[in-house]
């Protein structure tokens, strides 16, 4: 089984870190632009299914490039990205969770905040992102440089996409 994700969000918030980190357990500190798309592929088992995640990390949004809604047709869950330490990239994310429910409908989708390496600069309160969770948006607080909060938060991803909700994930994925 197959199911395309997506990574939304504005630039250079980790969007392709992120993606790194969990298909690749890599991580670099050069910052890499992503033009237009670039896909990845990732295969997890989810209680004895496989599962091939198809890992969309789209372009960075910002008042020149606009998300086009033609790369989210046919997922069937996407994931937001904002980076801790800029308040203004959890209200992009806000605003590019509304458009993408417009465009998919009802995808399960979660909220990664990342840089939690870097917490003591962040931006983001706690209180804004428990309020978030109050409203039933599962949100993740990730590092790509040191991993952590990464598998957890894609791996709870895959989980949702299956029809009948699967509660664990193997422990040999790939």
Not at 95 to 124: H, T
Not at 126 to 137: F, Q, S
């Amino acid at each position: 089984m197959q199911k395309k994700i997506c990574l939304l969000g504005t630039f250079a918030v980790g969007k392709t870190s992120l993606t790194e980190r969990y298909v690749k357990s890599v991580f670099s500190e050069r910052y890499q632009t992503t033009v237009g798309v670039r896909v990845h592929k990732k295969s997890v088992t989810v209680d004895g299914q496989n599962l091939d995640l198809i890992i969309w990390d789209l372009a960075g949004e910002d008042e020149f490039v606009v998300l086009r809604t033609v790369y989210l047709r046919g997922a069937s869950g996407y994931i937001l990205v904002a980076d801790g330490t800029r308040l203004e990239t959890l209200d992009k994310a806000m605003d590019l969770q509304r458009r993408a429910q417009e465009a998919l409908g009802n995808v399960p989708f979660i909220l990664v905040v990342n840089k939690a390496d870097r917490m003591p600069e962040w931006a983001i309160h706690e209180d804004v992102l428990n309020e978030l969770e109050g409203k039933d948006w599962l949100v993740f607080r990730t590092s790509a440089k040191t991993g952590h909060g990464v598998d957890d938060a894609f791996n709870k991803l895959a989980v949702d996409l299956l029809p009948d909700k699967v509660v664990e994930l193997a422990s040999g994925d790939r």
